[in-house]
């Protein structure tokens, strides 16, 4: 008996979805790893864990600010996004054995997008904080500059992605 097609596609796609987040992860935070490993003392946890915590507070309404769409687009946000989570690259792949897959497909799957938006978008700029204190502990220098570079390719980026994303589903819904 053949599976439900619905679920073998989500499954597919969770598992696309698995690699590209492995990849940005190891690729981003790699670095910021082994940095705390080699230079920073556990009890540094004490700090960077209720720092990371901190956008969890924050209301959704006060992260109601976008830019146009074409400012995304002209930082390449829009290209960027084949290359992540629920993206074109692992749409396509999806859709090439699923033709039928859609990740949003009605007007409540949107609304549950959008809500997702913020949530994502917390938790990079949680992350975005713990970075930050690091390449300040690093200082200027190797450790410092490419503690940087990670944390706009994990969390600037991406932060600006929940918000373009979430700017053309309000759209789609209004």
């Known amino acids: 008996m053949a599976g439900n097609p619905f679920i073998q596609a989500k499954q597919a796609a969770d598992q696309y979805n698995l690699l590209i987040s492995l990849f940005w992860t190891i690729l981003c935070l790699g670095p910021a ?6 230079y920073m003392p556990p009890a540094w946890l004490w700090v960077i864990v209720p720092v990371a915590l901190l956008p969890l507070l924050v209301p959704a309404s006060w992260l109601e600010h976008y ?9 390449g946000v829009r290209g960027l996004l084949a290359y ?5 690259w692992v749409n396509a792949r999806v859709r090439k054995r699923y033709p039928g897959y859609r990740i949003v497909y009605n007007r409540e799957t949107i609304r549950q997008k959008i809500r997702e938006t913020y949530l994502f978008e917390r938790f990079h700029y949680g992350l975005l904080l713990v970075l930050l204190i690091m390449a300040v502990h690093a200082g200027i220098g190797l450790w410092g ?12 980026y991406p932060i600006f992605m929940q918000q373009y994303v979430r700017l053309r589903l309000k759209e789609a819904v209004s």
């Open 67 to 75: 830019a146009r769409r074409s400012f995304y687009e002209r930082i």
């Open 33 to 38: 790893g082994w940095y705390f490993y080699l």
């Open 84 to 88: 992540v989570q629920h993206g074109k």
């Open 145 to 156: 500059i490419l503690l940087m570079v990670c944390n706009i390719g994990y969390n600037v």
